[in-house]
């Protein structure tokens, strides 16, 4: 199957045009099945919203281990999780200068109730630090950078990062919008549907280049109801994987997934 194929093969899904048997994915969240696949058999999807905190994880170290030496299924990346992070988890990292701000007005409001005639040394320094955030306002906590750059090494070596056409899935992004399909419905942007649709791409690719896995995990933070709800992924996302992949579909949390690598043997 050529590439061109291929993105048919998706298009025909996402835009309904080859049956979705959403009725029983429907039944299946509510009543949902007991059985479970091994995660070594598992194909792994990231969201940007778990980059920082899979690093800050308590287990983040056997997070990381797992997934750079000991997972074998396929491990997607979505290309729009990447520029996502940048546009918009990194700013929850404390830079060197918001920390330092932050403990100045605490220091602040003691010294102020020390002795008023303080006011002048808080004056100078209040000023030290608009020029330091001036200067070096982009150095991140080093700590926090450090493990964050840990899982990008594992994810540039062990992940796929792909990416669907952009203008080619516009116009079904905007009519699944509408009629309020998820993912991403709760959303101004498209971004949360470019990151199934990159997503979706990236674990068809490998299941067509040979690439073995019998579920499909995406792990996040984001609770919305066009996701998730109560940890059941939406039926609709998992009647999309089903059609297309032929293969369950699940949302997990970072603890879901640090709990399942304790128990692979």
């Given amino acids: 199957m050529n590439h061109a194929e291929r993105q048919k093969r998706l298009i025909d899904v996402l835009d309904r045009q080859v049956p979705c048997d959403s009725l029983s994915a429907l039944v299946s969240a509510m009543r949902p ?126 992940a796929s990062v792909t990416y669907a056409p952009r203008a080619m899935f516009h116009e079904i992004g905007t009519l699944r919008k509408k009629t309020k399909t998820p993912p991403g419905f709760r959303d101004e942007g498209d971004g949360d549907f470019f990151i199934w649709v990159d997503l979706l791409t990236g674990l068809l690719e490998a299941q067509l280049d040979g690439e073995m896995y019998e579920r499909v995990v995406l792990v996040s933070l984001d609770k919305k109801v066009d996701w998730s709800r109560a940890g059941m992924a939406h039926p609709i996302l998992v009647a999309e994987v089903r059609a297309l992949l032929n293969v369950p579909f699940e949302i997990w949390t970072i603890d879901r997934l640090a709990d399942a690598i304790a128990a692979v043997p």
């Fill in 33 to 158: 099945d007991t059985a479970t696949v091994e995660l070594q058999n598992t194909a792994i999807g990231l969201d940007a919203s778990v980059f920082l905190r899979v690093a800050n994880h308590t287990k983040s170290a056997d997070i990381i281990d797992y997934l750079g030496s000991r997972h074998s299924a396929p491990l997607i990346l979505p290309g729009q999780a990447v520029q996502e992070f940048w546009n918009n988890q990194l700013q929850v990292v404390d830079t060197v200068a918001a920390s330092l701000r932050r403990q100045f007005d605490a220091f602040k409001g003691t010294l102020s109730r020390v002795d008023r005639h303080f006011g002048t040394y808080v004056g100078q320094i209040d000023a030290l630090l608009d020029q330091f955030s001036a200067e070096h306002g982009h150095v991140y906590d080093e700590a926090t950078v450090r493990k964050t750059l840990s899982l990008f090494e594992v994810l540039a070596e062990k």
